[in-house]
């Protein structure tokens, strides 16, 4: 339940920033995408069947404020979800690095793998245009996602929960 | 039973049902009064009052900003007067706002009254989540007699159709995203064509026959024919047209003609106006 609260406050938050802060900003990228970060997190320490559900509700959420057709992010968060489960259960890599790391590609293949599920495989050869602005975002997601997880590692500490992988 | 295969594989196969369950809901589509929608429809619900508070501290942080510049060149001239000057500069910058969204509901009003439209004005208080996709969210939603599928206009053209909505709010799809498509023509030479939205920005004009003659600078509007927008309605100019290449159709790239990084207060018309058939008709 706890878990469920910490990342609910966490997406809604991330969520509100992601709506509102481009309407100040011009220039898109330089947000980074929490959504992500928040998935990567879920799967390298937290690996049971509520995380899991979790980061299909935090995507699902997204779709609310995202995109046009719902369940496309709930499919990308929960696909990134499953590769960092499955990185750190069976290579037993969960450092902040490899999870910056991940975020930075997380942010790209989530965009590109929406573009080629809603427009098709044609849409992601015309998005070459997008790239620069698509590794900057990536890139800005990669460094700020280590402050993210020592926010979220903090909270859990406060609240009781476990900060290293944990199994049900 | 703990070391059997489902319990073991339990997280991996809970997430691959996800993604068996995220890929149906994508197939098939999540439709106003669906079970799925109403998830949707809570968080668009709840994130609502956040999004309309950081739209007004924004609104005041572009103000204050104004302000700040407008007092350098006051010191400049009088330091004396400064913080005089400073209160004047504020009140002036409010003053501006204030008149800038007066002159927009204006036009807004003006708009509805010549294409004898029902429509509710609307602000805009948030952007697409992920920047992906190009939308928007309003400040109004069903309770304002909003339905998904309703058109969505400024003073400068056509914006985008509402998508999915909420009590007191509503998604856009702008018509400059590239899941968007409406019927369009070119106002010269009455060349018909479907207006799509692209990956990153801009407007194509498609199927349009290459016997067509398109110019650069000629105005696209609505055809109305697709049942969402009236017709008439500005769409954008015809930025480039591309005859080379193989292929049946002309290359045609149109610039909207709404401004959609700058929109602060749209129209939604409620009830199409009625067809010249039904006026003859009637």
């Known amino acids: 339940m706890r878990l469920i609260l910490l990342f609910a406050i966490f ?47 935090i995507g699902y959420a997204t779709d609310a404020f995202a995109g046009s057709h719902p369940g496309l992010n709930a499919f990308m968060i929960t696909l990134i979800f499953l590769v960092c489960f499955e990185i750190s259960s069976r290579l037993m890599v969960t450092s902040t690095f490899v999870g910056a ?17 809603s427009s098709g495989f044609e849409a992601v050869s015309q998005s070459g245009s997008i790239m620069p602005s698509l590794a900057l975002q990536a890139g800005i997601s990669a460094i700020v996602a280590p402050f993210v997880f020592s926010i979220l590692a903090r909270c859990k500490r406060a609240i009781g929960l476990p900060v290293a992988p944990a199994r049900e | ?27 098939t589509g999540v439709h106003p009064g669906d079970l799925a929608a109403r998830p949707q429809s809570m968080f668009l619900e709840i994130l609502r009052p956040i999004d309309a508070a950081l739209a007004r501290v924004s609104e005041g942080a572009r103000s204050i900003v104004n302000g700040y510049f407008e007092l350098i ?4 001239d009088n330091v004396r007067l400064r913080s005089e000057l400073a209160q004047v500069t504020n009140d002036r910058a409010r003053l501006a706002e204030l008149e800038a969204e007066n002159q927009h509901l204006s036009e807004l009003l003006e708009l509805r009254d010549v294409l004898g439209l029902h429509a509710v004005a609307a602000n805009v208080i948030g952007s697409d989540a992920t920047g992906l996709s190009h939308t928007l969210i309003l ?44 019927d369009g023509f070119d106002q010269r030479s009455r060349a018909r064509g479907i207006v799509a939205g692209m990956v990153d920005e801009g407007l194509i004009l498609k199927y349009v026959d290459r016997s067509q003659d398109l110019k ?17 309605l ?3 100019t015809v930025k480039s047209v591309h005859r080379e290449g193989p292929g049946l159709f002309l290359s045609v790239g149109i610039t909207p003609g709404v401004d959609f990084r700058s929109l602060e207060q749209v129209l939604i018309v409620t009830q199409q106006p009625p067809h010249l058939d039904d006026k003859v008709k009637g």
């Open chain 1, 11 to 57: 997406a809604m938050l991330g969520l509100a920033l992601e709506t509102a802060i481009p309407h100040l900003i011009s220039f898109r990228p330089l947000l980074p995408n929490l959504i992500v970060i928040l998935a990567v997190d879920l799967g390298f320490r937290h690996h049971s069947i509520t995380a899991a559900l979790l980061a299909f509700a």
């Open chain 1, 101 to 117: 790391t991940v975020v930075f590609f997380g942010v790209i293949l989530t965009a590109l793998g929406a573009i080629a599920i």
């Open chain 2, 1 to 27: 039973m703990r070391g059997g295969f489902l319990w073991r594989n339990r997280v991996l196969l809970t997430a691959g049902m996800l993604l068996v369950l995220s890929l149906h809901l994508v197939s």
């Open chain 2, 73 to 76: 060149h006051v010191r400049e």
């Open chain 2, 139 to 182: 400040s109004a939603g069903s309770s304002n007699g909003l339905k998904p599928g309703m058109a969505v206009l400024s003073n400068q053209g056509v914006v985008g159709k509402i998508i999915a909505i909420s009590p007191h709010a509503s998604r856009v799809l702008l018509i400059d995203d590239h899941n968007s498509a409406l």
């Open chain 2, 216 to 232: 650069s600078g000629d105005a696209i509007v609505t055809s109305g024919l697709d049942g969402i927008f009236p017709r008439g």
């Open chain 2, 234 to 236: 500005l769409v954008g």
